[in-house]
Nanobody, 113 residues
Framework: QVQLVESGGGLVRSGGSLTLSCVAS???????MAWYRQAPGKQREPIAR???????VYADSVKDRFSISRDNNKNTVFLQMNNLKPEDTGTYFC????????WGRGIQVTVPS
């Protein structure tokens, strides 16, 4: 299985943008990839998924604001986050191959209220 490393998180003002990256240690061409978010005191939840065929699915909470993409040549998945809100605060995790697959360690995104 590949190893995943997230980057690009940080502190951003409400209404701002961030782009998260997830770099895999090997090829991701055979993996459905996803981003999950865990808000403080809450369970981890899926927010965006992109299939091998590049079909993207989003949680209602981020639809029309977030965009997931993949660059198989660079073994990388991106999450473009626009119009960020305080409720987007949390730890963001990259996932390859579903919930029983591989997880990154997560990266913090903070949007102060």
């Amino acid at each position: 299985q590949v190893q995943l490393v997230e980057s690009g998180g940080g502190l951003v003002r409400s209404g701002g943008s961030l782009t998260l990256s997830c770099v895999a240690s090997g090829s991701i061409t055979t993996y459905n990839m996803a981003w999950y978010r865990q808000a403080p005191g809450k369970q981890r939840e899926p927010i965006a998924r992109i299939t091998i065929a590049r079909t993207a699915v989003y949680a209602d909470s981020v639809k029309d604001r977030f965009s997931i993409s993949r660059d198989n040549n660079k073994n990388t998945v991106f999450l473009q986050m626009n119009n960020l809100k305080p409720e987007d605060t949390g730890t963001y995790f990259c996932n390859a191959g579903g919930t029983s697959g591989t997880w990154g360690r997560g990266i913090q995104v903070t949007v102060p209220s």
